[in-house]
């Protein structure tokens, strides 16, 4: 690119100029602003700096190389140089930012005088906020956002792969442009057979081909029904979200016996109730394959249903009784003197408060029911089988279906980024108070 | 305290109810015999049984119904069944290698009578008939119906291969011209001419994965053609397994390696064909059920130049190949007009007219009458190699024992061939003393 | 959990009269509420647990037709003293694997939290992406995974050096597969730890650094003084958990490597699948192992435990 020889991959440039530019859009209008310019002049300025410095970025880099070259292993090395390269950057932006005009100069003096000495980083009046604290912000919320567009690499990989055909997901080197198909999601939700090429040719003829028949007669295959992933979709949801409501429920029962009433080797019980979560899931499988044969719980959805419920039972317990113990108590004493019951106390008075600490155990019950694999591979065959031990043995002709397992990968994850993001508001605060009164 | 205790028991009761009800909901027997469930591993031949399953079910009414297990997960559920003596499957199209253990712990359902009544064992070849159907080997009594036919065969690219600059650049440098191996010799003197990694082009894929049975089947079709076996006629296998020649088929798997595409140290069939596929590899090994897959232009963007060979003759003359591939088995432990109504499905499934469309929809036939008509051998380019490779098979152990017999082979090939650790000489005195240990705790040799 | 010990609520005798009909007392409540949560662990985990301890002490295979055959301690013995078996080499593994992911996970969490601390447009939002990879199934994310890091179809070297060839075969060295599956938990795990950071960030009072702030208290010693002090317990409990995890840890290194090259990344559960099915079913042996791994996991999480409740009382 432009004669030099960058020593980065295209995905990095790009990735680095965006950087760039979003440091650069993020500080420069709080400098602009806080001189008494119009914020749209500090955006374009910060959009221009930011190419700036995405440019010179790639020219130390550049320069940086053979300093690169000295360490052993090539990343390591482009890493250092990196590091380098940005912190000088932002060093000299640092030492840029004095050179910002003022566009009035009387407003500033004003703002000089009095108030706090340390730097002021809360306010509602933006203006009154220390500029460089503000910075720092744009900042830090440039890095957070990068490093989330990283993390988030490999699940959008997957999303690629799931439109990819059979020889494109295999390709070497990876293709990251490339012609979307349908035909993971096909190959996934049906059963196909090999046609000859008498048969396609009379297979073309037809007139009442649908869309999906169309796709997969050019890999010359006929569908010939649907398969299981639909099914065990559907008994993955069954079991997942029963067992999380009874795990919550029961939960938050015994949760409010230990929290409120006195029982006896009470210590003893919570630590049994835990240990339980300390298993290897191998450990405990053979027993219970054994027990659930003798039961007939074997491949049912009942079985599988009982068994994650007492898995998550202990987190619940411990999650939800550390959520009500800081319920105060004086709220249901007083609705006792007020003519409750003890069942109604607890419906009107401790449910509402404990909200926020049910829905985040319901997101974590739910994750570890939705996902579990040792278990279901080994107590379920065929009615009862559910999503995780099915995806990965998508065996397509001849070889594993690359798109076929990552769109069951999607489809799988859909449902639990649903529920996630449908209590987040919850998450955090029912993590504190559960795990802060642990132990 | 009374209510306490009372609470107490009407919960515990409670859940036993809940429990036992469900058990004894589905344990309701069953008259008339209207469904078939057989249990396959999850792969696309297990559909096309699907689809003859559906073609019974039109003609006769009785509905079939394959279950596929996924392949990692296969053999532990046909195990726990059969230690539960369950009656879930009536029938299972088992690997060649579970009949000792189906046949002497009594699991499977001697099928000697009706074979020779309706006359099928002379329907298929007699290869597949000893490997898949008979024990103990030569005996003449039969357990299963050959059902899918496998051995191990090798595609290779065309185009590579009759490049006029390929050709005449090979023969320059090793002295006869490229083509079709005829020896592993020549096989690895491609291999090594078309490993050029600047083109990310490499000469072949070898299996190497640890799980199940993947580096063994790879390893013993090279093993097979150096003329060594697994043990001599006296069941040992002191010196034949760790013998000269076994430690030169070993050296020589390994010197394979080298020349195999990178990312391929834990690869098995699925891997094989993928590095086929983007074009990586110049040659495969491979099943033949995994063929299909490589003469499909909407997957192997190569399909129009793809060509297959049986594997070539070893350097002392031996000519063998490894055999996949299951038969069908009835289970012994399910109800006697269950075992009848399996018997019935057989009988139609093994007739020729079923057996031609059993190989139309993609299935590997056994039936002779079917494997050398003319329509069958043209009807695919792999089915004249696979009709050729299906005469030198040979199998691993088929013992009860032979799982913990492939255990040792597994383990200790794997770090040699992929990792270089060790010789091949210590790799495989490891395996024969192991396997002796095992042999001789069965008692099947004598100390 | 002193504060448990306080009686329960006792209600006046005259209330008490008036709802004698419909209201269950107290006691009766306790039992409903607690009971049903009992019986099913019971059920659930004692019964398999006794159960497998009595096999370890077994010869023992779930499919052979054979009953148990009392052996004592011959499996413990075997798995800690027979050199062969390389049971030492899982445990190695294991640990090696433990302490490198959930040190590495609260080091990249921790460090994301501190970021992520400060409000700002989108944060929310930022929040719940970063917590994708937590939601995926670890069979899935081990064998997709799988396809990232192959040499030559995957793109994780492309995206870390210049080319294919340049870069290493991450599965298939015996070093680079450890730490490409730690790679992989660090990337699926560390959200766990940045939801539990941000928690704990969130609750420390902010008077604290108000106060900090008036003193002219520096940075560094902010950060030492009141940040670490306050999310210490959550870091304690994220490493705990993590550590259980690392212990259980089966189906992402199944997914990823099956435990290859060789054994180089056999973790204890992986061997212990292994030698429990996959056509082994050597069930008393595993039984055995698997007690051993239940009575580690149990004394690092008291380890653990102690040191949460020193620095809550400290």
């Known amino acids: ?439 | 305290m009374v209510r306490k205790t009372a609470s107490f028991f009407l919960l515990i009761v409670l859940v036993l109810t809940l429990a036992v009800g469900v058990g004894a909901v589905k344990a309701a027997p069953k008259q008339q015999v209207t469904e078939l469930t057989i249990l396959w591993a999850e792969w696309d031949p297990a559909n096309y049984l699907q689809e003859i399953g559906n073609r019974y079910e039109a003609a006769t009414g009785i509905k079939v119904n394959v279950i596929q297990e996924p392949w990692g997960s296969f053999y532990d559920r046909m195990a726990a069944e059969w230690a539960a003596k369950g009656d879930a499957y009536d029938m299972v199209v088992g690997d060649s290698q579970w009949i000792g253990q189906g046949v002497t712990q009594g699991h499977y359902m001697e099928l000697t009578d009706f074979f020779i009544e309706n006359g099928i064992h002379e329907t298929v070849t007699p290869a597949t008939l000893k490997f898949y159907g008979e024990y103990p080997a030569g005996s003449g009594r039969y357990w299963a119906y050959p059902t899918e036919g496998d051995a191990v065969g090798w595609a290779y690219r065309k185009d590579l291969f009759e490049d006029p600059e390929n050709q005449k650049a090979f023969e320059e440098k090793y002295g006869y011209p490229l083509d079709v191996p005829q020896t592993w010799m020549q096989l690895r003197d491609i291999a090594e001419f078309f490993t050029r990694p600047e083109q990310n082009l490499y000469g072949v894929g070898v299996y190497t994965q640890i799980d199940y049975d993947a580096i063994t089947m790879g390893y013993e079709t090279a093993m097979f053609s150096w003329g060594v076996e697994w043990q001599d006629e006296n069941n040992n296998v002191l010196g034949v397994v760790n013998s000269e020649r076994a430690v030169e088929a070993l050296e020589f798997y390994k010197g394979l390696y080298q020349f195999a595409p990178p990312g391929t140290s834990n690869a098995f069939f699925a891997e094989m064909n993928d590095i086929f596929i983007n074009g990586q590899a110049a040659m495969i090994m491979n099943y033949f059920a995994f063929f299909p897959a490589l003469i499909n232009p909407g997957i192997n963007p190569y399909a129009e130049v793809t060509g297959f060979f049986s594997t070539p003759a070893g350097p002392y003359g031996d000519r063998y190949t490894s055999l996949g591939g299951q038969g069908l088995s009835v289970i012994n432990y399910i109800s006697d007009e269950r075992k009848q109504a399996s018997l019935d499905f057989i009988k139609w499934f093994a007739s020729e007219d079923v057996q031609r469309q059993w190989a139309e929809v993609g299935g590997f036939t056994c039936n002779v009458a079917v494997l050398e008509s003319e329509e069958f051998l043209n009807a695919t380019p792999y089915n004249a190699a696979f009709a050729e490779s299906m005469t030198f098979v040979k199998d691993f152990w088929n013992i009860p024992e032979y799982e913990q017999l492939l255990r040792p082979v597994q383990r200790h090939l794997h770090p040699y061939v992929v990792s270089g650790l060790g010789t091949a000489r210590e790799a495989l005195d490891k395996i024969a003393s192991e396997q002796h240990q095992i042999l001789v705790e069965a008692g099947i040799v004598a100390e | 959990m002193s504060q448990l010990e306080m009686p329960a609520v006792a209600a006046g005798p005259a209330y008490r009269r008036q709802n004698q009909r419909r209201q269950m007392s107290d006691r009766t409540i306790t039992h409903l509420f607690i009971w049903p949560t009992l019986i099913l662990l019971i059920l659930m985990n004692i019964f398999p647990l006794f159960y497998s301890l009595y096999l370890s002490f077994n010869d023992y295979s779930v499919i052979a037709n054979e009953p148990p055959k009392w052996v004592a301690l011959d499996n413990y013995e075997k798995i800690l003293t027979n050199e062969r078996s390389r049971y030492w080499h899982n445990f190695t593994v294991t640990g090696k694997y433990a302490v490198l992911s959930v040190g590495l996970q609260i080091v990249v969490g921790f460090g994301l939290a501190m970021l992520l601390k400060e409000k700002f447009a989108g944060s929310g939002l930022i929040t719940t992406l970063i917590l994708i990879p937590m939601m995926l199934s670890p069979v899935v994310v081990g064998l997709f995974w799988k396809l990232i890091f192959d040499p030559s179809k995957g793109i994780f070297n492309h995206l870390i050096y210049m080319n294919a060839t340049g870069g290493k075969e991450w599965l298939s060295d015996p070093t680079l597969a450890l730490w490409a599956i730690v790679i992989v938990d660090v990337w699926m795990w560390s959200p766990f730890v940045v939801l539990l950071c941000l928690s704990g960030l969130s609750a420390i009072p902010s008077y604290l650094y108000e106060a900090a702030a008036i003193d002219r208290a520096s940075g560094w010693f902010q950060f030492r003084r009141i940040t670490l002090p306050q999310v210490m317990p959550l870091l304690l409990i994220a490493v705990l958990f993590r550590t259980i995890e690392a212990f259980k840890q089966f189906d992402l290194v199944m997914g990823l490597t099956g435990g290859t090259p060789g054994d180089a990344t056999e973790t204890v559960s992986v061997r212990l699948y292994r030698e429990a099915f996959l056509g082994k079913f050597k069930t008393g042996e595993s039984s055995a192992l698997a007690y051993i791994v239940l009575i580690i996991i149990i004394a690092v999480s008291n380890l653990y435990i102690r040191a949460l409740n020193r620095t809550r009382e400290g």
Do not use: C
């Open chain 1, 1 to 439: 690119m432009f004669g030099l020889d960058i020593p980065l991959p295209d995905f990095w440039i790009a990735y680095f100029f965006v950087f760039w530019v979003l440091i650069g859009g993020t500080t420069a209008p709080v400098m602009f602003r806080h001189q008494g310019h119009p914020v749209w002049l500090g955006v374009l300025t910060g959009g221009v700096v930011g190419v700036i410095s995405g440019v010179v970025f790639m020219v130390l880099l550049t320069v940086l190389k053979p300093l690169a070259d000295v360490v052993d292993d090539p990343f390591l090395g482009i890493l250092v140089s990196i590091l380098i390269s940005a912190v000088l950057i932002l060093i000299a932006l640092g030492w840029l930012r004095r050179f910002v005009p003022l566009a009035r100069a009387n407003e500033v003096v004003t703002l000089a005088e009095g108030g706090p000495r340390a730097p002021v980083t809360y306010s509602t009046r933006v203006d009154k906020v220390d500029p460089s604290w503000l910075s720092v912000q744009g900042i830090r919320a440039t890095v957070v956002v990068m490093l989330a567009v990283l993390s988030l690499i490999p699940v959008v990989w997957m999303g690629m792969t799931a439109f990819k055909s059979r020889a494109d997901a295999v390709a070497s080197p990876p293709k990251v442009i490339f012609e979307p198909t349908m035909e993971g999601f096909i190959s996934l939700l049906t059963k196909r057979r090999q046609l000859t090429d008498a048969q396609i040719a009379e297979y073309k003829q037809r007139e009442d081909l649908a869309w999906y028949d169309e796709v997969m007669l050019k890999r010359g295959q006929a569908i010939i029904g649907q398969s299981d992933y639909v099914k065990r979709l559907r008994n993955s949801l069954i079991i997942a979200s029963v067992s999380t409501v009874l795990s919550v429920t029961l939960g938050l029962l015994s949760a409010y016996a230990f929290s409120r009433f006195r029982i006896p080797g009470e210590g003893d019980l919570l630590f049994f109730i835990l240990s339980t979560r300390m298993l290897p899931p191998v450990v405990v499988t053979i027993p219970i394959f054994l027990m659930y044969r003798e039961l007939g719980l074997y491949d049912t959805h009942i079985g599988m249903i009982l068994l994650y419920t007492a898995f998550n039972l202990s987190f619940s317990v411990w999650l939800l009784k550390g959520f009500i113990d800081e319920i105060p108590r004086e709220y249901e004493e007083a609705a006792l003197v007020d003519g409750y019951t003890r069942m109604q106390a607890f419906r009107k008075i401790v449910l509402p408060q404990a909200v926020t600490g049910i829905a985040a155990t319901t997101v974590f019950s739910f994750i570890f029911a939705w996902n579990e694999y040792a278990f279901a591979l080994m107590l379920t065959s065929d009615k009862a089988r559910t999503a995780p031990p099915s995806i990965p043995s998508v065996l397509g002709t001849g070889g594993i279906e690359w798109a076929a397992i990552a769109a069951g990968s999607l489809g799988f994850l859909i449902p639990v980024v649903i529920v996630t993001f449908s209590l987040r508001r919850y998450l955090l605060r029912g993590v504190t108070f559960g795990a802060i009164r642990q132990g």
